[in-house]
T-cell receptor, first 114, second 113 residues
Framework: NAGVTQTPKFQVLKTGQSMTLQCAQD?????MYWYRQDPGMGLRLIYY???????DKGEVPNGYNVSRLNKREFSLRLESAAPSQTSVYFC?????????????FGEGSRLTVL | SQQGEEDPQALSIQEGENATMNCSYK?????LQWYRQNSGRGLVHLIL?????REKHSGRLRVMLDTSKKSSSLLITASRAADTASYFC?????????????FGSGTRLSIRP
């Protein structure tokens, strides 16, 4: 199994451009998350999704939109990128509803906004 | 939401020594998890301790939980160079539905040869 797959792994944008980060998991997990991590810092929660069709804001949702199109996929969209959104973005999934609650992370998408 | 705050922010020890990291949180929890992040990689789950447990072991890892003090500690015994990483705690309200799991800034552990 691939686990949690993020694409692209690297992206450079100009200020004002838009893009979508894709995340897919093949573990049949109910919950999915998007985090960002700035250099030398911890992770900050952007959005999360308890189940297909539902999304909720995290700590830093401004400037982002998300879509949980189906159980496997949870995408993060930047409509008008800003230099402050330069970061590493991590997607995670969790088997909420089981008795573990463990988060499984992807390897990250490194975004630079010039 | 639940947020864990790790302490210290950075820790440097000699290989073979034990490393202890602490986590504090503010709300009641159902369970608390510890994660490791190697440089530039995604987080990896290490261990989960439930609120009705006081101590849990996994290999060289030992986790303690004190719900009365809203704190947890992670002990890594006989440290190795490969333990160099950042460590994060994640207190969770529930695992029956999606918890708004928020991480702190982590503890950066360096193991000196």
């Amino acid at each position: 199994n691939a686990g949690v797959t993020q694409t692209p792994k690297f992206q450079v944008l100009k200020t004002g451009q838009s893009m979508t980060l894709q995340c897919a998991q093949d573990m049949n997990h109910n919950s999915m998350y998007w985090y960002r991590q700035d250099p030398g810092m911890g992770l900050r929660l952007i959005y999360y999704s308890a189940s297909e069709g539902t999304t909720d804001k995290g700590e830093v949702p401004n400037g982002y939109n998300v879509s949980r199109l189906n159980k496997r996929e949870f995408s993060l969209r930047l409509e008008s990128a800003a230099p402050s959104q330069t970061s590493v973005y991590f997607c995670a999934s969790s088997p909420a509803g089981s008795n573990t609650g463990e988060l499984f992370f992807g390897e990250g998408s490194r975004l630079t906004v010039l | 939401s639940q947020q864990g705050e790790e302490d210290p922010q950075a820790l440097s020890i000699q290989e073979g020594e034990n490393a202890t990291m602490n986590c504090s949180y503010k709300t009641s929890i159902n369970n608390l998890q510890w994660y490791r992040q190697n440089s530039g990689r995604g987080l990896v789950h290490l261990i989960l301790i439930r609120s009705n447990e006081r101590e849990k072991h996994s290999g060289r890892l030992r986790v303690m939980l004190d719900t009365s003090k809203k704190s947890s500690s992670l002990l890594i015994t006989a440290s190795r160079a490969a333990d160099t990483a950042s460590y994060f705690c994640a207190p969770a309200k529930s695992y029956s539905s999606a918890s708004k799991i928020i991480f702190g800034s982590g503890t950066r552990l360096s193991i000196r040869p």
